[in-house]
């Protein structure tokens, strides 16, 4: 929400903007920190993910060390017409690969 939408919003002048602590400043600072951890460990898993569909190829199953890794396949049905085209049926390959510690 930004400076003209509180501006909007408060058309009476007693309500103003709350001053909050310092000591809180750090929770703030603790989450732009942990939204940037997130996003470096999404980018890190999907370099991960794809080294492991590489090495796995064609291949539906593998087995590296204590993981059994299944890459499998999801299959829909056709679907009728609607308001939208109808849609054969197909198979795709998922999107991540299933990871069990064994």
Known sequence: MNIK???MISTDQSEDIKRLDNSLGI????ILECDRVIKDAKVHKDLCMEKL???MGNH???KVSDYFLDWGFISYKAQP????PAKEARTVRK???????I
């Open 5 to 7: 939408t509180l501006k």
């Open 27 to 30: 929770y703030a600072d603790q």
């Open 53 to 55: 569909k590489e090495a």
């Open 60 to 62: 539906v199953a593998a």
């Open 81 to 84: 017409e609607r308001i939208t």
């Open 95 to 101: 999107s991540n690969i299933k990871i069990k510690k």
